[in-house]
């Protein structure tokens, strides 16, 4: 293996001894000129500090694989990472009644930059960095060898971002292994049906970080009027009316999105035609319900990552405070208000922080029922605080 030694400017070794997995571009020394996915030696005063692959179009350089220097970056590196990954999914996550989940989270894997989903055999792979593009057919062969039972690998676009979970890209897919994928895969998640478009949907086709969370809008829906902003293709309205939901409306702008939310609350036994479905603002809904004097016992606020650049941090910030001040305008005394972020830019104390200000200046008293992150196949390293994105709060009108 030839690897190429990068000197890292002073004092910056212990920070990667301490397991964090970037180095950006400032803090090396000198930049070389080598291609993208090139394997390279981080090195303080000559002495070998960490492995990792080079990323010339990136403010993040280098990408850590390893820190220890025995280990050489290769096939048999790449596929003892995927089946470690496959390991402690099939450990730590129910299966009973669930047939996919997050085989490979990044760096919470070991594979920074790496995401690949399992939707019902169906393998969808999103790579994140330029230096990412040699070690392609190393990590379809890993996939073939390590996941029992693929029936397929679909690519999707690369995007030049160097945050993996505020991506919300929608670059088609194509097949890279096996028959050609369905344009629609049927999954099962919790006993519910979903069906999940792996070729052109947000992300990899659907939001598995959330799957948990759905599962516990399920529980709280009995017999409540549930309002579902951000809706995308129905997750938690179908789980909110699988629980016994009085009604539910799902908003979301994409008429796209909306259509599939249909069709996933006729999956699963459930009467279309006696909940609402629109593609429409959120805002101009949220707007129009209270004009109307319309309230409801549950509303869930899923949206957009707000902060998609550091800069953007406060706006986002702001962002959140109006819209759960908005929601709160039109939720009846002792309704629950479930709200999430997923900008990993806005901390759960700056989240928090929001949604009080939008109590305060709605005038309604909140108590904090239930917080929650990550499902256990979205692992957060605790030297990279940074993969720490999800946020999800259930709040009660007191």
């Keep these: 293996m030839n690897v190429v030694k990068l000197e890292l400017a002073r004092g910056l070794g212990r920070h990667l001894r301490a397991g964090h997995p970037w180095v950006f571009r400032k803090a090396l020394e000198h930049v070389p000129k080598i291609p993208a996915g090139s394997v390279v030696d981080l090195t303080e005063n000559g002495k ?11 403010a993040i350089a280098v990408r850590v694989l390893t820190r220890d220097s025995r280990d050489t970056v290769d096939a048999g590196f790449i596929t003892r990472r995927v089946r470690q990954a496959l390991s402690e999914r099939t450990a730590l996550i129910d299966l009973t009644d669930t047939d996919s989940y997050r085989l490979i989270h990044g760096e919470g894997d070991g594979l920074p930059g790496v995401v690949v989903d399992l939707y019902a055999g169906w ?4 790579l994140y960095s330029a230096g990412l593009t040699p070690y ?14 693929l029936k397929g690998i679909i690519g999707r676009d690369e995007v030049g971002r160097d945050d993996v979970d505020e991506d919300e890209g929608r670059g ?6 096996g028959h050609e994928a369905p344009e629609l895969i049927p999954i099962r998640e919790r006993g519910a049906t979903f069906m999940v478009d792996a070729w052109k949907g947000q992300k990899t086709g659907f939001f598995l970080d959330q799957r948990e969370n759905r599962y516990l809008i399920r529980r709280l829906g009995k017999g409540r009027d ?6 995308f293709s129905g997750g938690f309205s179908v789980n909110a009316a699988l629980g016994g939901a009085n009604s539910v409306f799902s908003v979301d702008q994409d008429p796209d999105a909306i259509a599939l939310a249909r069709e996933n609350f006729t ?7 006696k909940h609402d479905f629109l593609a429409a603002d ?4 949220i707007q129009s319900f209270k004009d109307e004097g319309r309230t409801f016992d549950l509303i869930i606020l899923d949206p957009p990552a707000f902060a998609k650049t550091q800069r953007a941090v406060q706006a986002a910030i702001d962002g959140y405070a109006s819209l759960n001040r908005q929601a709160l305008a039109i939720l009846r005394p002792g309704g629950l208000l479930a709200t999430a972020s997923c900008s990993a830019r ?3 104390d700056d989240f928090m922080g929001a949604v009080r200000e939008a109590g305060f200046k709605a005038g309604v008293d909140l108590a904090l029922v239930e917080e929650r992150y990550q499902p256990p196949d979205h692992p957060v390293r605790l030297q990279f605080p940074e993969g720490k994105y999800l946020k999800f709060y259930v709040l009660q009108s007191v």
């Design 172 to 177: 088609s897919g194509k097949m890279l292994f």
């Design 136 to 149: 392609r057919p190393l990590l379809i062969e890993a996939l073939k060898a390590g996941v029992p039972g």
């Design 48 to 58: 070998f500090v960490a492995r990792g692959y080079y990323d010339p179009h990136s």
């Design 123 to 126: 393998a969808v792979m999103k």
């Design 226 to 231: 549930v309002l579902n902003c951000f809706s």
């Design 267 to 273: 999956r699963n036994g459930i009467a279309a035609e």
């Design 282 to 285: 959120v805002f101009k809904i």
């Design 346 to 348: 806005v901390s759960p």
